[in-house]
């Protein structure tokens, strides 16, 4: 069993910048693969980004160039940089480590 806390949402700015923390925990916490997905409203959930246990990462074009995933495997936890948010990065963003899931932490960028 792994235990994931996302936290570090909130209500910012077009052009601002905001980082997310997963906080990880349990017997297998932070081991492979980590990830970021996102759900706006209406919308199906998509990966946002995506870092191996090595430090490989993978982006979501739509956020390429802004946002970034650094983890920190000896403090288990995953990190979601994101820089020059736009209204449409708006959404709930949830940490995964297959097949657990976080509760998810709400971003939302006004213009």
């Known amino acids: 069993q792994v235990n994931l806390v996302e936290s570090g949402g909130g209500l910012v700015q077009a052009g601002e910048s905001l980082t997310l923390s997963c906080a990880a925990s349990?017997?297998?916490?932070?081991?492979?693969?980590m990830l970021w997905h996102r759900q706006a409203p209406g919308k199906q959930r998509e990966l946002v980004a995506a870092?191996?246990?090595?430090?490989?990462?993978n982006y979501a074009d739509s956020v390429k160039g802004r946002f970034t995933i650094p983890r920190d495997n000896a403090k288990k936890m995953v990190f979601l940089q994101m820089d020059d948010l736009e209204p449409e990065d708006t959404a709930v963003y949830f940490c995964?480590?297959?097949?657990?899931w976080g509760q998810g932490t709400q971003v939302t960028v006004y213009s």
């Open positions: 995964n480590q297959a097949p657990y």
């Open positions: 870092i191996s246990e090595s430090g490989n990462t």
């Open positions: 349990g017997r297998f916490a932070s081991t492979g693969y």
